[in-house]
């Protein structure tokens, strides 16, 4: 069985930092882009950022560039979100997703909603206080 397992969240001041991590199992990790995603609350899923699996490249929705950082350790199966100068509007559920198919995943990182991707994981609760 797909299993996405995020953790790494707590409680952090704004201008703070978290780094989370989501271990994958149960599918070819290469084979497959991976995702971070986010939902605050009353409010609709957001993609974070993602990671094709072609190639590696790595995107970010606007809010986070330049404050978030994505990377992948394909040995150990893992994904990672470096979250800097963390705001009060980062406090969201964080978790991740994955999707074979790059092109759906780069839709479903702007509408994870419409798009959706494959399996999606449990999440982690970041919370950000001003």
């Known amino acids: 069985d797909v299993q996405l397992q995020a953790s790494g969240g707590g409680l952090v001041q704004a201008g703070g930092s978290l780094r989370l991590s989501c271990a994958a199992s149960?599918?070819?990790?290469?084979?497959?882009?991976i995702g971070w995603f986010r939902q605050a609350p009353g409010k609709e899923r957001e993609g974070v950022s993602l990671?094709?699996?072609?190639?590696?490249?790595?995107y970010y929705t606007d809010s986070v560039k330049g404050r978030f950082t994505m990377s992948s350790d394909n040995a150990k199966n893992a994904v990672y979100l470096q979250m800097n100068s963390l705001k009060p509007e980062d406090t969201a559920v964080y978790y991740c997703?994955?999707?074979?198919?790059?092109?759906?995943?780069?839709?479903?990182?702007?509408?994870?909603?419409?798009?959706?991707?494959?399996?999606w994981g449990k999440g982690t609760l970041v919370t950000v206080s001003s």
């Open positions: 997703g994955i999707e074979s198919d790059d092109h759906i995943a780069t839709m479903a990182l702007r509408e994870p909603d419409i798009y959706g991707m494959d399996y």
């Open positions: 149960g599918f070819t990790f290469d084979d497959y882009a």
């Open positions: 990671i094709t699996s072609s190639d590696g490249t790595t």
